[in-house]
């Protein structure tokens, strides 16, 4: 089944702990993303990547990191910079960047920091 | 810069109605537009995607139409059902940018 996992589910954290979150797709998409998503607003780009070993920032990047060294991977890291980290997060991928493709959604990771 | 709003924020239906949820967005010059479905707890499932040149996408029992002039789509879903419950959330795109997504509107189908 071609899709896209997310792990863990449920991450606890404690403040100032620095947190990865994996995803990784074998749709054989070139461009993926992680947004934000928080009670009563639309999601939130935080980082794309449109091909391996490029990304780019979206509107939300502050206190978070990302590597894209394989096409089928690419994980967040949430620093401690982060003043608000507690949040469900969502990776997504599409064929190709910038919107112009449909995009799949993987089941999200919900991180709680204390 | 783009902005979504999806009206109403809630809605709640007996089964068996058809109903209509609409989302709006300030930029008419946009390239496609994306329908999804969130149920609680769970990432986004991908329902329809019309490009620009489209007036309309149909899939089983939902049909989603676009009117970018007016800044508008509907999303209509024929003899709702109970599994018809979840968040519905539009996004649309303007050509080199990534999607922008409106706040969802919850649907509650009741037996």
């Known amino acids: 089944d071609g899709g896209i996992t997310q792990s863990p589910k449920y991450l606890f954290r404690k403040e100032g702990q620095n947190v990865t979150l994996s995803c990784e797709q074998n749709?054989?998409?070139?461009?993926m993303y992680w947004y934000r998503q928080d009670p009563g607003q639309g999601l939130r780009l935080i980082y794309y990547?449109?091909?391996?070993?490029?990304?780019q920032k979206g509107d939300i990047a502050e206190g978070y990191s990302v590597s894209r060294e394989k096409k089928e991977s690419f994980p967040l890291t949430v620093t401690s910079a982060q003043k608000n980290p507690t949040a469900f997060y969502l990776c997504?991928?599409?064929?190709?960047?910038?919107?112009?493709?449909?995009?799949?959604f993987g089941p999200g990771t919900r991180l709680t920091v204390t | 810069k783009q902005e979504v709003t999806q009206i109403p924020a809630a809605l709640s239906v007996p089964e068996g109605e058809n109903l209509v949820l609409n989302c709006s967005f300030t930029?008419?010059?946009?390239?496609?537009l994306q329908w999804f479905r969130q149920d609680p707890g769970k990432g986004l499932t991908s329902l329809l995607l019309?490009?620009?040149?489209?007036r309309e996408q149909t899939s089983g029992r939902l049909n989603a139409s676009l009117d970018k002039s007016s800044g508008r789509s509907t999303l209509y879903i024929a003899a709702s059902q109970p599994g018809d419950s979840a968040t519905y959330l539009c996004?649309?795109?303007?050509?080199?940018?990534?999607?922008?997504f409106g706040p969802g509107t919850r649907l509650s189908v009741l037996p």
């Open positions: 997504a991928s599409s064929i190709g960047g910038l919107g112009a493709y449909e995009q799949y």
């Open positions: 996004a649309v795109n303007n050509y080199g940018q990534n999607f922008v």
């Open positions: 019309i490009q620009s040149s489209q």
């Open positions: 990547s449109q091909i391996v070993n490029d990304f």
């Open positions: 749709l054989n998409h070139d461009a």
């Open positions: 930029d008419s010059a946009i390239y496609n």
